[in-house]
Nanobody
């Protein structure tokens, strides 16, 4: 069974910083892509930042220059460093991974439970 466990959310003032972590655990043969999405109240879930299958990174235009995604392959963990946070960054942040659990299994998409980020004074 595969689990994605996020941590690092919380309340921060505008202009502040937070670092999110997401660790994938369980039966994992190979991780093909991994990243972060967010969903604000009344809005659709959107991509924030992710490592693609080719190893490159994608960022939402709204976070470019402020957020940085990084990873530790040995730990199956991705991080999201969020700087210069704005009230509009307030959302539940979800970790996402496309991975193959075991040899012979088809790749599947997994989601974490989400972590709340609130940017407010």
């Amino acid at each position: 069974q595969v689990q994605l466990v996020e941590s690092g959310g919380g309340l921060v003032q505008p202009g502040g910083s937070l670092r999110l972590s997401c660790a994938a655990s369980g039966s994992i043969l190979s991780i093909h892509a991994m990243g972060w999405y967010r969903q604000a109240p009344g809005k659709e879930r959107e991509l924030v930042a992710a490592f693609t299958k080719g190893g490159s990174t994608n960022y939402a235009d709204s976070v470019k220059g402020r957020f940085t995604i990084s990873r530790d392959n040995a730990k199956n963990t991705v991080y999201l460093q969020m700087n210069s946070l704005k009230p509009e960054d307030t959302a539940v942040y979800y970790c996402n991974a496309d991975l193959t659990p075991r040899t012979g299994w088809a790749p599947s998409t997994y989601w974490g439970q989400g972590t709340q980020v609130t940017v407010s004074s």
